[in-house]
């Protein structure tokens, strides 16, 4: 009987504050309480310390911004950003927190989006009542949160749901809609957005229909688990990228198998990457490697290559992947020469993208290759994460790929035992086919060094990445069942790679 007594107090004093414009109910399993609200351009936002308490959880301080904390899961966000992320996914939010004397406050949707990725609960907001009730969540109705973010011409549309629904895709000249075939709860009924490609999205019924901006823009649409996300990736259908005007076209062939394949020269022009004691430059080998291996692919498996590079200029990092992206490529590698960061390290490494490194080495030879002024300097955590998304689809044809490519580079090299490695290359970020990361040999070994001058070296590194990249072709379109006893005539489209 004594723990109703404190329970009763609160639900009266909720009563009293209701009406109090700084005051809103919060119903929770505990009962009803009073929690702090402040409101930014008519929305209301509530005091994550208050919020958080009240279930039984924390905030904290964190860096710029704030972390909230319950039964073990953590999320983080910050004043100046409309997405708070939980372990490796975004929350969205329709505005940004508000930091109001050092507290933050944040709309209903961060509780929605913790809740129910952390706990498991539900959350609704009565605006009329000025009600935050948090129950548990009932899965018949499936819970949707729905992400839109522009990062270098794509916009990518993140529908995350509580629980795993088969759905269907319907297309129309300005829209898509999403079908779900389950009940769902909706965040919001209509939102508009300032993207490039998407006006607004619609919630009614079991669809959410997204009208676009124009009839010249296609979608690919693909799922992926843990937690259940419908991705629709939206871009432009025609136009080179936009400061490459050499490259243009996309790709010929509609067909499923390994047919355009995208090889990314490491560095260029100021940026000349590693170093040799004997002064070797990445930039340079990794050119003139990848220009031998272009026309080895191109002969050996007619496929269409293109190169980021064909000349000493510099290429962002995050413009690779685009370029990778606009072709629709199969493939994509990304040649480097490493700088050893132990003495004597000898061999070839190969990566594929995680944002999590595999071990110290492999996060100081990512740190070493991410440190380029061409790189976009806001290039944020969060942003990172967005990107990973893209890739993430790929991960494990991605590391399929890196092992051929890595088993090839020990045969030639002898060293046997180096395996696959994982770490955050942001050349890597936002690729969104299987791609991988190869670090050829260590430039500042002199050793190694002399061996990377020498014409019979490269022949060697040009034929390991050809039959590496065979070797995957051929396994992957077994494994999709497409038999291509002859590859389609591509030497027109792949010329164009070198169109000025
Ligand atoms: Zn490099």
Redesign the pocket.
Same mark, same amino acid.
């Given at each position: 009987m004594k723990r109703l007594v404190p329970l009763f107090i609160l639900a009266v004093a909720s009563i009293l504050f209701a009406q109090a414009p700084n005051q809103a109910t919060l119903r929770s399993a505990a009962g009803d309480r009073a929690v702090s609200v402040t409101h930014v351009d008519g929305q209301t936002m509530f005091a994550a310390d208050e919020v958080m308490a009240a279930l039984g959880g924390s905030m904290a301080p964190e860096g710029n911004g704030f972390q909230v904390s319950l039964n073990n899961a953590v999320a983080v966000f910050g004043p100046d950003t409309r997405f708070a992320v939980i372990r490796d996914e975004l929350i969205e939010m329709p505005i940004m927190p508000a930091v109001v004397d050092g507290r933050p406050y944040v709309p209903w949707q961060f509780f929605q989006g913790f809740l129910s990725k952390a706990v498991d609960l539900d959350v609704s907001w009565d605006p009329l009542a000025r009600v935050l009730a948090v129950r548990p969540a009932q899965h018949v109705v499936l819970g949707v949160q729905l992400s839109v973010a522009n990062v270098q011409g794509i916009s990518k549309v993140v529908a995350t749901l509580s629980a795993p629904a088969d759905y269907a895709i319907l297309k129309e000249a300005r829209a898509y809609t999403i079908r779900f075939k389950s009940p769902i709860r909706a965040p919001f009924s209509e939102q508009t957005y300032d993207d490039p490609y998407v006006a607004k999205a619609t919630f009614s019924g079991n669809d959410l229909r997204l009208d676009l901006k124009g009839p010249d823009i296609a979608a690919d649409a693909y799922k992926l688990d843990n937690p259940f996300r419908v991705v629709v990736d939206l871009h432009k259908v025609a136009g080179g990228a936009p400061s490459l005007p050499a490259i243009a076209g996309t790709r010929p062939v509609e067909a499923p198998g390994i047919q355009t394949i995208v090889i990314d020269p %490491? #560095?260029g022009g100021k940026e000349v %990457?590693?170093v040799g004691p004997a002064g070797l430059m =990445?930039k340079d080998v990794?050119l003139a490697l990848c220009r031998k291996l272009a026309e080895s692919l191109e002969s050996k498996l007619k496929a269409r290559v293109i190169l980021t590079r064909t000349d000493d200029s510099v290429v962002p990092l995050d413009q690779r992947t685009s370029i990778a992206n606009q072709f629709k490529a199969d493939l994509f590698l990304s040649v #480097?020469?490493n700088a050893a960061v132990v003495k004597g390290a000898h061999g070839a490494e190969t990566y594929f993208l995680s944002l999590d490194a595999s071990d110290e080495l492999a996060r100081k030879a990512a740190e070493? =290759?991410n440190a380029s002024a061409a790189t976009n300097s806001t290039d944020s955590d969060l942003k990172l994460i967005l990107w990973d998304l893209a890739q993430q689809e790929y991960l494990n044809e991605s590391s399929r790929f890196a092992q051929a490519v890595q088993e090839e580079m020990n045969r030639i090299t002898g060293v046997q035992s180096r395996g696959v490695k994982q770490a955050p290359f942001k050349v890597l970020i936002g690729a969104t086919m299987p791609a991988a990361l190869v =670090?050829v040999g260590f430039i500042t070994n002199p050793d190694e060094e002399a061996k990377l001058k020498s014409d019979d070296f490269e022949k060697q590194v040009v034929d390991a990445l050809t039959t590496a990249i065979q070797r995957y072709k051929t396994d992957f379109e077994t494994r999709i069942g497409v038999l291509r006893p002859a590859a389609p005539s591509v030497g027109p489209a792949a010329k164009k790679k070198n169109g000025t």
């Open positions: %490491g #560095h %990457g590693a =990445e990794t #480097h020469m070493v =290759e =670090e």
